[in-house]
């Protein structure tokens, strides 16, 4: 494909766009119908099939891309998230409903008109020309290929005819944006009146029957979580770079071969006198400001010691003028080009150039400092090197052992001690941990907790699988021991559960004379309470104790008429009155204005279209085949 690109000289700009359909449609409901299938297709969407195997590609492509952007933050488990997958799945059913009803519209995109529209979308460049290695080097940040590429622009291409009208029909008005604003921005000012549960405690006072009557509807709450004793077996990187030795002569030499990259380069602190002009503007405006730059220069090189002087009255860098012009040390690189060549080239402290062009305008420059390149010495970076080749190599060996590790793990199934003697690795025995707690053991891994508690590793005590915990780290585990969920004691839980109703008790009679305090309020009657200080804050910044239905009822108290109350219970059990005092609508800037108007205007979008979606799905009749879609591929 980019040679077809590269050889096109018809076109001044040539651009790759990497697309992806925007769909992240959580939560398919009852127009998706779950049934058993005798083939191994995930879904059917109307009289096409979705394979098994392009829900694995879907899937390995996107893992591709996340391990790409991600690294060494890139958790593999994340892809057993039954959410996770369905997402994808739903990704699929997406493209194909769009794609049937693009058949039906006789919609056909050429290979023409995919690589023009290539060429036409501005990106990718460098210096105003395609560059290939630009464009190759970002599509395998993002983990794909061109082909990949050439594929998702096809597809998009041909679904946006589907797509435009929602785009084009959604619309919201000046006066509708502006109204949001002002309720997403109004600040309201209360004061706040608690009512706490503490005096009421003693008023509840639950019987013995209706603690066990609790405890009988309520097991699940005080069940014991289900726990497993393990031994585990890990392989990490370090492991092996642990037992790999590196020679003194060998450090020595890497560091001799190496020694630029143990230098800390030369820096240099300047001071200057900005002259603004932009790189567009009128040839004279530019050469008035060449001129007064000459001028400041003469003045300075006549008077070097007031230089701080001039440029604090006449600099039009506001990040350095109040400073004398000061930039502070910096190299090479860190500075517009010309800017930093004429720094650079300056023979001695203390002496003044210019005026240098550069795409901000004139500088007059004046040196102020140098720090020579440092070459730091090898006793301070020689354990560092060390360490370095050992890495090197460790990374050599690492995939060999983890072929090894995996299948020593599998061929004795009944124990781990051979793999861990074959790799010199050490067996370790935990205690009795929950699944939660085996997740943090495995560094968050959610498929390495499944793996343990899968009925197959609990009933028949064998290894689990090597499972990549984390880059470079693979971990089996064994179960030796295994305890069922179960509920506590009635005997062990039975105060628990008093104070719960208690407090339960305590904080429904609070609510109930609160609220007739409210009513009271609200009738224009004084209530004894102690209010504390005033607060102001809006939907979007809240303050600590106001509760989500709190900030609810505030901001639908009628201000038309203030004070205003509104009463609700707070996050301690108790019931808290709020008395709106004042209320201040936000300042609504044109710019702003404009902005929200086109977000609202997206969102209208987004909803029509997702209805739209909703309404092809019921029509094409998707089944999803829920038993092959829990079926995990190895990726």
Known sequence: MFDFVGKNKRVAQIILAIITLPFAFFGVDSYIRQTNTADDSIAKVGSDKISRAEFDNALREQQERMRSMLRERFDPA??????????????????????????????VVSDEIVHQYIMDFPAFQENGKFSPERVRSLLASQGMTENILERQIRQQLQMQPVQDPFAQASFVSRTGAEQFMRLNGQQREVVTASIDIDSYLAQVKPDDAAVKAYYDGNQAAFQVPEQARLETLTLTLESIAGKIAV??????AAYDTNIATYADPEQRQASHILIAAKSDAKAADKEAAKKRAEDLARQAKAAPDKFGELAKANSDDPGSKEQGGDLGFFGKGAMDKPFEDAVFAIKQTGDIVGPIESAFGFHVIRLTGVRPEKVKPFDEVKAQIEQDLKRQRATKQYAEAAEKFQNLVYENADKLQPAADALQLKVVQSGMLTRAQVQALAQKSQKFAQAVFSPESLSSKRNTEAIEIAPNTLMAARVIEHKPAAPRPFDEVKNEIFVQLQKKGASELAAKDGQAALADLQAGKTVPLAWDKPREFSRQQRQPGITDEAVTRIFRADPAKLPAYA?????KGGYSIYRITKVTDPVLKDDAVKNATTQLAGEVSRELFMSYLAALKKKSEVVIHQENLDKKEKL
Do not use: C, H, T, Y
């Not at 994808?88 to 058949?103: C, D, K």
């Not at 020679?247 to 020595?252: A, D, G, I, N, R």
């Not at 009463?567 to 996050?571: K, Q, R, T, V, Y």
């Open 567 to 571: 009463g609700a219970l707070n996050e």
């Open 247 to 252: 020679e003194p002569p060998e450090v020595k």
């Open 78 to 107: 994340m892809f057993d998230n039954p959410e996770f997958r369905f997402n994808i799945l739903e990704q699929l059913v997406n493209q194909r409903l769009l794609a049937q009803l693009s058949a039906k519209q006789n919609i």
